[in-house]
């Protein structure tokens, strides 16, 4: 028992990271500057670019579900009547919707030259184009969760070696208080990882499957257009 108290006791400046010793200047004071510079700078930027995606995506979708009902619930009686000039005019209101987008893309071929080919191509041009637009930031959201855990695992190495060049340069009566320091740069930089990467993940899987929801009503929007003006 006596053995095992002296062990913990060693372990003091670890666990001073732990529980109730935590604080945010003791974590800060144990980076070292090429951790600092090289992981925990790029880390937070990432944070900032995960926050402002998030918001504008989200956002971003949100106009895009509201308008598109509203106009969709507009043009209805206008194709209906064959108003397809008002149509195209009301399309312009709504420009965050992914459905005037298509919608009026069609009409407008459906105007030129009144061939259902050129109206189908229309159709997919405007499918792709907006897709693009909606999926606009998503690929660096799943690079940050792709790239977050690597660069806190960076920080890992830098600390590990760090501890063993506190070891070497103490000589053979090296402890725990020696290295503490070193071993907590090692896990504070991965933990910060691995919290950057998680959000990602979540959040481009999330809008990702948004994406694919307007573009499947964008297809089948679409193909009840290409019957409409079809017939």
Same mark, same amino acid.
């Given at each position: 028992?006596?053995? /095992?108290?002296?062990?913990?006791?060693?372990?003091?400046?670890?666990?001073?990271?732990?529980?109730?010793?935590?604080?945010?200047?003791? $974590?800060?004071?144990?980076?070292?500057?090429?951790?600092?510079?090289?992981? !925990?700078?790029?880390?937070?930027?990432?944070? $900032?670019?995960?926050?402002?995606?998030?918001?504008?995506?989200?956002?971003?979708?949100?106009? %895009?579900?509201?308008?598109?009902?509203?106009?969709?619930?507009?043009?209805?009686?206008?194709?209906?009547?064959?108003?397809?000039?008002? %149509?195209?005019?009301?399309?312009?209101?709504?420009?965050?919707?992914?459905?005037?987008?298509?919608?009026?893309?069609?009409?407008?071929?459906?105007?030129?030259?009144?061939?259902?080919?050129? !109206?189908?191509?229309?159709?997919?041009?405007?499918?792709?184009?907006?897709?693009?637009?909606?999926?606009?930031?998503?690929?660096?959201?799943?690079?940050?969760?792709?790239?977050?855990?690597?660069?806190?695992?960076?920080?890992?190495?830098?600390? !590990?070696?760090?501890?063993?060049?506190?070891?070497?340069?103490?000589?053979? %009566?090296?402890?725990?208080?020696?290295?503490?320091?070193? !071993?907590?740069?090692?896990?504070? /930089?991965?933990?910060?990882?691995?919290?950057?990467?998680?959000?990602? $993940?979540?959040?481009?899987?999330?809008? /990702?499957?948004?994406? /694919?929801?307007?573009?499947?009503?964008?297809?089948?929007?679409?193909?009840?257009?290409?019957?409409?003006?079809?017939?």
């Amino acid at each position: 028992w006596r053995k /095992t108290m002296i062990s913990f006791s060693n372990l003091s400046p670890v666990l001073m990271f732990v529980g109730d010793g935590l604080s945010l200047y003791e $974590v800060w004071k144990s980076l070292s500057w090429l951790s600092l510079v090289l992981v !925990i700078v790029p880390l937070f930027g990432m944070v $900032v670019f995960l926050v402002a995606i998030g918001i504008e995506r989200y956002l971003t979708y949100g106009k %895009a579900s509201a308008s598109s009902i509203a106009y969709r619930n507009q043009v209805k009686k206008m194709l209906e009547s064959g108003q397809h000039d008002d %149509a195209i005019n009301a399309g312009a209101k709504y420009p965050d919707s992914h459905l005037a987008a298509v919608i009026t893309a069609g009409l407008k071929e459906k105007k030129a030259s009144g061939k259902i080919d050129s !109206i189908e191509r229309a159709f997919e041009r405007a499918i792709a184009v907006k897709t693009a637009d909606l999926k606009r930031g998503l690929a660096g959201l799943a690079t940050v969760g792709s790239t977050a855990p690597f660069v806190g695992l960076f920080g890992t190495v830098v600390g !590990i070696i760090n501890a063993f060049v506190a070891l070497k340069s103490s000589g053979a %009566a090296a402890g725990l208080e020696v290295v503490g320091g070193a !071993i907590a740069e090692a896990l504070i /930089t991965t933990a910060f990882g691995i919290v950057v990467a998680v959000p990602a $993940v979540w959040l481009f899987n999330f809008f /990702t499957s948004k994406v /694919t929801a307007f573009g499947i009503e964008m297809e089948n929007v679409a193909s009840e257009m290409i019957d409409y003006l079809g017939k």
